[in-house]
């Protein structure tokens, strides 16, 4: 079997969810099948049972405003076109969407599609693209409602789709994102601290420079959060100039934030995680959001935006809380209860990581994934391999597919 997945974003350039999302999905799946991942960018390697192209947008004159979304169409045009050999096709996002529909087309294959987001819950894009950003709402709504299979990252999320297009409830599959808590652990790592000034009484918040991500209110609620802790904010990929400049000036009114205001490597969120007395998720929209799941594997309590997918990742009271979007009173009141007990914090953080380790692993994913891949094919594509990816470096012994898949469910 062969799969070709379809993303805007794959390493070296990730600045997202759902870019995490492919990197480790991809990883997984080499293990079990050949997997081709097209790419936005210039990336390119040639691995045994995993390999990678990168295709750039046209050099084109577009107007400014128009230029991500067209040129981000000329790309998926580069992807599709370019002959594919696999025995389905699965794309990331809107970015790709439009790719995988041209794909199931052109070469008669079957089409899968993972929602990370949903364009008309997103009104707020139209600040960076304009009227492009009807474009992207028409992408997500062809793709999706031609793909062969639809696989929401939450229940909330599933709902969503089922809400906003035409398609049978049949069609969606749930499978939730995950986390290689093989990286994803505690660290006891003092240097990233050290080169930003890190304090040693931190909360956490990472996630993009966008309306959606609700950094705004976090920053409004540090008013009411106990003295003697520092916000640490890392950010990146601002959406528009006019939203990084808005959050500048409520950094410059608010000493207790320390602005992290570029990528780091994953080593460094590792410890940034680790040592932060707790990670807030404030995002107003959030189909599943993968940085909870970071900070529950470091052994980090929760607070978060009782929105999307969020409440199927975060138990309230029993990895952190749930508190209502955009209400910076509420999100300081439930910081300072984990705050003011150091027990319970540790008690959360525990109980996150068992959490992550019990549900949210890779491999279980790619499992759930591969099993879907398989519904639509023949059988005599399913020549899956026998033998499962390494854990902790380590090959496990030879055991099918159908075997491992039947004792993990």
Request: proline content about 6%; aromatic content about 8%; charged content about 25%.
């Amino acid at each position: 079997m062969k799969v070709t997945l379809l993303s805007k974003e794959y390493p070296p350039h990730i600045y997202g969810g759902a870019g995490v999302h492919v990197k480790n999905l991809a990883a997984q799946l080499a293990a079990l099948m050949d997997v081709e991942v097209r790419c936005i960018g210039t990336q390119e390697n040639h691995r045994q049972h995993l390999s990678v192209k990168g295709y750039q947008p046209w050099e084109r004159s577009w107007e400014e405003k128009f230029s991500s979304v067209l040129g981000t169409f000329s790309a998926n045009l580069a992807m599709a076109g370019d002959r594919m050999d696999a025995d389905l096709v699965h794309s990331h996002t809107w970015y790709a969407a439009l790719a995988g529909f041209m794909a199931k087309m052109l070469y008669d294959i079957p089409f899968v599609a993972t929602v990370h987001s949903l364009e008309p819950l997103r009104p707020w894009k139209e600040e960076q693209l304009g009227r492009s950003y009807h474009l992207t709402n028409w992408a997500e709504k062809v793709a999706l409602e031609n793909a062969d299979r639809i696989i929401a990252v939450s229940q909330n999320s599933r709902a969503e789709i089922l809400q906003h297009f035409n398609v049978e409830p049949e069609r969606i599959a749930v499978i939730h994102n995950g986390i290689d808590i093989s990286v994803w652990k505690p660290s006891a790592a003092r240097a990233t601290r050290r080169t930003w000034g890190v304090p040693r009484d931190y909360l956490l918040f990472v996630g993009r420079t966008s309306r959606q991500k609700g950094m705004k209110h976090l920053i409004e609620a540090m008013n009411q959060v106990d003295p003697g802790v520092t916000l640490v904010c890392c950010t990146s990929a601002p959406d528009t100039p006019e939203v990084e400049r808005e959050i500048a000036a409520l950094v410059a009114r608010q000493p207790r934030v320390l602005w992290i205001n570029e990528l780091l490597r994953e080593e460094e969120y590792v410890e940034l995680y680790s040592h932060a007395r707790l990670f807030v998720c404030p995002s107003i929209y959030e189909p599943f959001g993968i940085i909870n799941l970071e900070a529950m594997a470091c052994e980090k309590p929760v607070v978060a935006s009782a929105v999307g997918g969020i409440p199927e990742v975060v138990v309230c009271g029993e990895t952190g809380y749930l508190v209502p979007p955009a209400d910076p009173r509420t999100l300081a009141e439930a910081i300072n209860a984990i705050l003011r007990d150091r027990t319970r914090a540790k008690s959360m953080g525990r109980a996150g990581r068992k959490r992550v380790e019990e549900q949210f692993t890779w491999r279980t994913i790619a499992w759930k994934t591969m099993d879907l891949y398989r519904s639509l094919l023949p059988e005599e594509s399913r020549d899956e391999r026998t033998y499962l990816p390494a854990v902790g470096g380590s090959p496990l012994r030879a055991i099918s597919y159908a075997a491992s898949n039947a004792s993990e469910h």
